[in-house]
């Protein structure tokens, strides 16, 4: 992806967060689908529900610049739930405010194995530092998923990933097209393990889980 393209998407891509009795809780990521005030997250990420939801939408924040971690000034706006795709862990949110997006949406289909990807979102967001952050990874794996009987498409990119990044989209490095959307790290389902920092020890791998961007166009 080329500067001038990473120096704009502090206009797209954002926090979801609550709002607590102590301030905003950050929840994870979210990017802008269209100028119909739409976004994309994981489900997972807002726990299907809307209760004092908000998106807070990074002013004065570049990614090509220093981004000041002291600065805690929000602009929190109000969010509800527009759609929820539980087998695919994909949320549809919705604002009530004009906004710009010129992403171009496609799907897995567009990515191939070894093939280069950009990540964008925030990492640490869910434990209070809501910096930006750019990551590269390629596509290790293409899958089909079933769950509930429905089989999806996924990516398999051999990347580390924080909780905070769910939700962020997953560009096609050459041509700037949103491929996929982040879910999270691949976990066993089994018993006897413990959590650790609120983290599943079996989650710390070299893969990352993305779920293919052209269910969120179905959807919308």
Do not use: W
Request: proline share 3%; glycine share 6%; with cysteine.
């Amino acid at each position: 992806m080329n500067t001038s393209n990473l120096s704009q998407l502090h206009n797209i891509v954002f926090t979801v967060g609550r709002i607590t009795p102590s301030g905003v809780s950050l929840l994870g990521t979210c990017f802008l689908l269209n100028e119909s005030g739409l976004l994309a997250t994981a489900a997972h990420v807002t726990s299907n529900d809307e209760q004092n939801l908000v998106i807070v939408f990074s002013q004065g924040t570049d990614i090509m610049s220093y981004q000041d971690t002291s600065n805690n000034s929000v602009n929190a706006i109000p969010a509800r739930i527009y759609a929820v795709d539980a087998v695919r862990d994909i949320c549809i949110l919705k604002v009530d405010q004009d906004v710009k997006s010129n992403l171009r949406i496609i799907g897995s289909d567009q990515a191939s194995i070894a093939q280069h990807l950009d990540i964008i979102g925030y990492p640490h967001c869910t434990e209070g530092r809501r910096v930006l952050t750019y990551q590269s990874t390629v596509v290790g794996a293409k899958v089909l998923i079933e769950s509930a009987n429905i089989k999806s498409k996924h990516l398999i990119l051999n990347i580390q990933t924080k909780p905070g990044q769910s939700g962020s989209p997953i560009f096609d490095s050459e041509t700037g097209v949103v491929v996929a959307m982040l879910i999270g790290s691949y976990a066993p389902t089994s018993k006897g393990f413990m959590m650790i920092g609120d983290i599943n020890p079996h989650t710390l791998h070299q893969t990352t889980h993305a779920i293919s961007s052209e269910y969120l166009i179905e959807m919308i």
